[in-house]
């Protein structure tokens, strides 16, 4: 099992950039491909991006192809989403994720989640 924490979540407007961290203890690290998920009030957990194992490979959703990156620094333990260009519709609460399988965008095969960290995109 890994603990994760999230930060960075906070109050931005429209077209500000924020960047979340997710720090993970507990086990190796880069054992585990890393997920971003989101949910926003009165909607199911959406995918956001995933990162593997190395770093070497990303996904990303749709919605968010082109403005989020996400990466990883496996020194500490840490994996990071750079969210630019952000919309009232990015607003959500923002979960990390880890996966021992692989970087799904399927929120049941992680196996280790974050409390979330809010996300508010004012208009």
């Known amino acids: 099992q890994v603990q994760l924490v999230e930060s960075g979540g906070g109050l931005v407007q429209a077209g500000g950039s924020l960047r979340l961290s997710c720090a993970a203890s507990?086990?190796?690290?880069?054992?585990?491909?890393m997920g971003w998920f989101r949910q926003a009030p009165g909607k199911e957990r959406a995918f956001v991006a995933a990162?593997?194992?190395?770093?070497?490979?990303?996904y990303y959703a749709d919605s968010v192809k082109g403005r989020f990156t996400t990466s990883r620094d496996n020194a500490k333990n840490t994996v990071y989403l750079q969210m630019n260009n952000l919309k009232p519709a990015d607003t959500a609460v923002y979960y990390c994720?880890?996966?021992?399988?692989?970087?799904?965008?399927?929120?049941?095969?992680?196996?280790?989640w974050g409390q979330g960290t809010q996300v508010t995109v004012s208009s």
């Open positions: 507990g086990r190796t690290f880069n054992n585990y491909a």
């Open positions: 990162i593997s194992r190395s770093g070497s490979s990303t």
């Open positions: 994720a880890a996966s021992r399988i692989y970087p799904s965008r399927r929120g049941a095969e992680y196996n280790d």
